[in-house]
């Protein structure tokens, strides 16, 4: 299994970026799909989540309608469309995949399968 994350890069305070997760070697429409970030001296935090059939989202309130996640099983692929971009949301940003709950689908702990990670750096 392999989920390889794409995208990241630097960018200036209220632009815009896109993130892709590629996986391979599962079925993608099994898994809830995740990003998560980690800013230096941080712990890994949720930044949103698809439901395995891509009905439901779920989004951490420091991102909510700004940051749009989406999926295409039929590529077996997670995007995360991040606009008006922060320099507090400059970190390395993580896809993962997991059978998870809804009462867990925030805690990364609950996700099986993690990409490599992408930075992400907005400047101010």
């Known amino acids: 299994v392999q989920l390889q994350a794409s995208g990241g890069g630097l960018v200036q305070a209220g632009g815009s970026l896109r993130l892709s997760c590629a996986a391979s070697?599962?079925?993608?429409?099994?898994?809830?799909k995740g990003w998560f970030r980690q800013a230096p001296g941080k712990e890994r935090e949720f930044v949103a989540a698809?439901?395995?059939?891509?009905?439901?989202?779920y989004y951490a309130d420091s991102v909510k309608g700004r940051f749009a996640i989406d999926r295409d099983n039929a590529k077996n692929t997670v995007y995360l469309q991040m606009n008006s971009l922060k320099p507090e949301d400059t970190a390395v940003y993580y896809c993962?995949?997991?059978?998870?709950?809804?009462?867990?689908?925030?805690?990364?702990?609950?996700?099986?399968?993690w990409g490599q990670g992408t930075q992400v750096t907005v400047s101010s």
């Open positions: 698809i439901s395995r059939n891509g009905g439901s989202t």
């Open positions: 993962a995949a997991g059978r998870t709950i809804l009462s867990t689908l925030r805690q990364s702990r609950a996700y099986d399968y």
């Open positions: 070697g599962l079925t993608f429409s099994s898994y809830t």
